[in-house]
């Protein structure tokens, strides 16, 4: 157990909804980050927030978005979804996220079906 | 061309083997360079990271970066049926706005046959 949990474990929902996965990082960390893995496109950062403020982007689309709030915890918010968006998505913490050597601890996915 | 190359496997070996992972990566940007263990229906959970080339060594793992070729491994000694398990590299660069981004590999799949 990483110590970083998701909800919710699976998600079930249709083209053009909206919804939002939630994180809660370990006790202490302050950097959190959000990734997509799918079958083919693998494993993918879409963001970094740390202690409240956006830190890091990657490929993340404009239908998504995210926030950290005051307590640290964050939230992924997906919208108009796409049958492509259908994905795992894992949410993982560490300390600062100021260096790449930081660990990285991954929380268990929220399993996205788009029907 | 993806900034990471990586083959997906699967790949199988005998308990006992060593086994030999390997990534390509076309951005010079990237500094820290790691591995990734992920098992199946669980988050990746990293097993080693290295700065710049050279080796490093863990137990029975050991990551080599080679950054004038571009290419990253990582061995595993005396490969046990635990080790099975999807391995991803990871690297990293800092982007603009103070933190870092990190690309992954797709990630190769292990099988240890006892």
């Known amino acids: 157990d990483s110590g970083v949990t998701q909800t919710p474990k699976h998600l079930i929902t249709a083209t053009g909804q909206r919804v939002t996965l939630r994180c809660s990082p370990r006790?202490?960390?302050?950097?959190v980050y959000w990734y997509q893995q799918s079958l083919d496109q693998g494993l993918q950062f879409l963001i970094q927030y740390y202690n409240g403020e956006e830190r890091a982007k990657g490929n993340i689309l404009e239908r998504f978005s995210a926030q950290q709030f005051p307590d640290l915890h964050s939230e992924l918010n997906l919208s108009s979804l796409e049958l492509g968006d259908s994905a795992l998505y894992f949410c993982a913490s560490s300390v600062a996220g100021v260096n790449p050597q930081e660990t990285q601890y991954f929380g268990p996915g929220t399993r996205l079906l788009v029907l | 061309q993806k900034e990471v190359e990586q083959d997906p496997g699967p790949l199988s070996v005998p308990e006992g083997a060593i086994v030999s992972l390997n990534c390509t990566y076309s951005n010079s940007a990237f500094q820290y360079f790691m591995w990734y263990r992920q098992y199946s229906r669980k988050g990746p959970e990293l097993l080693m990271y290295?700065?710049?080339?050279g080796n490093k060594e863990d137990g029975r793992f050991t990551a080599q970066v080679d950054k004038s070729s571009k290419y990253i491994s990582l061995f595993i000694r005396d490969s046990q049926p635990s080790d099975s398990a999807t391995y991803l590299c990871a690297m990293s660069a800092p982007s603009n706005t103070g933190g870092f981004k990190t690309i992954f590999g797709a990630g190769t799949r292990l099988f240890v046959k006892a």
């Open positions: 006790s202490g960390d302050l950097s």
């Open positions: 290295t700065y710049s080339s």
